[in-house]
């Protein structure tokens, strides 16, 4: 059965059961997946993950179901199990299905001939990205792992107020740790490429950046522990962003767990800092013309110009605090309930370059990676005492690697102390992104 046919069953029989306003959401993954090491495949995955939920409304108040299955059997199950879901909710919530907006951005998100790439070329591409990793220096240990993933969504929503929406996407991401070993010394270092035009991407080059990172961490000293200025490359600033951007959720701020509570419109950074959801955005990873409730998608300022402007919303936070939705109810998967969250949220870029940055900061550390960032960050008080990588750096310019440090801070303290904005944005496998940060200063301690 399709999902049209599904559809019209379900809406019909989900009314003659009691239910008014009712919706189906159905999802389709397709992934594929493949890592090789020492030029055999050692893992290998082709998978499909489909399936619908349910909405609707019945004695007022908001019922969920979802099934993995088309089929005639699957509709009395979902109105069955919405309604019972539904007898659990104590009241009203404020939940709705929406009519729709007045007007949506008509964007692809999906890329044809990325869709016809055959397995045996991906494979191809990632067995030659492990060789020529190896043939960059002898000092190249292994790959932890070597990795290409081709993802693509199909995303639908329907309702019984005339609504009827559906988005498409997809992307192929390369994934390379690389191990280096000089005498006793072990480094190693992560690279990534997402993108959705296969034959854009070139072996030798991803394995010479995957390996040169990794060898450029050979050597590392120990420096003075004590507050530095600091650049956050941009993944690593990303990393952190991410790390609290929960924070921009109006069910947070609601729920009294994020420090943005009654910040609106006023200053919560440097002047230098804007910050922006676009779920418009050509190559974003989680790009959309419309959220999980239906609701068009359009370009939000969360930030401008370090003032707080808005929060992130759908319909029910948007009705508890009297506003209008911005358009970020969010569904984890066709699973889920719909909450809040972002699309590709981002600190805009500015002008300077990544060495012109770094020139700026004379003295300090330059930060390339950030691990601990689930254990070692309070998302409530902004806190955060993070194990890093990075190199020392002297007159302007990289000195030498130091070895594995602790940076410690408060993110919001951070915003406002941020000196400079590079323009080098990027999305480190997140739909949260940021370019290159250079900061007065954080804590490092180096053991």
Do not use: W
Request: one cysteine or more.
């Amino acid at each position: 059965m399709n999902i049209q046919e599904f559809q019209a069953k379900l809406f019909s029989q989900a009314v003659c059961s009691g239910f008014t306003d009712v919706e189906i959401y159905y999802e389709n993954k397709e992934i594929f997946g493949c890592q090789v090491f020492k030029g055999e495949i050692d893992q290998y995955e082709i998978a499909e993950d489909s399936g619908v939920s349910f909405r609707g409304i019945i004695n007022g108040k908001m019922g969920y179901a979802y099934s993995e299955k088309l089929d005639d059997a699957s509709i009395p199950f979902l109105i069955e199990n919405a309604k019972e879901n539904a007898r659990m909710v104590q009241e009203d919530d404020g939940e709705e299905i929406f009519a729709g907006s007045d007007q949506y951005e008509k964007a692809s998100f999906y890329s044809p001939s990325l869709n016809e790439v055959t397995a045996a070329e991906k494979i191809q591409l990632i067995k030659e990205i492990e060789r020529e990793i190896y043939a960059v220096d002898p000092r190249i240990a292994a790959t932890d792992y070597c990795m290409v993933r081709t993802e693509s969504v199909t995303k639908d929503l329907m309702n019984n107020k005339g609504l009827s929406l559906s988005d498409k996407m997809n992307h192929l991401t390369v994934m390379v740790e690389v191990i280096v070993k000089d005498g006793e010394e072990t480094k190693t270092s992560f690279e990534f490429v997402v993108t959705k035009d296969f034959h854009s991407l070139n072996a030798k080059e991803i394995a010479k950046k995957a390996a040169d990172e990794a060898l450029s961490q050979l050597g590392s000293r120990n420096i003075e522990s004590r507050n530095y200025p600091v650049l956050l490359r941009n993944d690593a600033a990303a990393h952190l962003l991410a790390t609290y951007a929960a924070n921009f959720s109006a069910e947070n701020t609601q729920a009294g767990i994020s420090s943005l509570k009654d910040k609106l419109g006023k200053q919560i950074a440097t002047e230098k800092i804007t910050i922006v959801d676009h779920p418009l955005l050509k190559d974003g990873l989680a790009s959309r013309t419309f959220d999980s409730e239906g609701v068009a998608s359009t370009r939000l300022t969360l930030v401008e110009n370090g003032v707080l402007h808005s929060l992130l919303h759908n319909l029910k936070t948007a009705k508890k605090d009297s506003t209008v939705t911005t358009g970020h109810a969010h569904k984890d998967s066709y699973k889920s309930a719909v909450k809040v969250g972002p699309s590709n949220l981002y600190i805009e870029p500015a002008q300077s370059s990544f060495d012109d940055l770094l020139a700026s900061m004379g003295e300090g550390v330059l930060i390339t990676g950030l691990s601990g960032l689930h254990s070692g960050a309070n998302t409530i008080s902004g806190d955060f005492s993070l194990a890093a990588n990075g190199f020392y750096v002297k007159d302007g310019k990289i000195a030498f690697p130091v070895n594995l440090m602790t940076i410690a801070g408060n993110f919001y303290q951070l915003l406002q102390d941020v000196e400079e904005i590079g323009s080098d944005l990027t999305f480190p496998l997140t739909p949260v992104g940021s370019p290159s940060i250079l900061v007065k200063s954080l804590s490092v301690t180096v053991e």
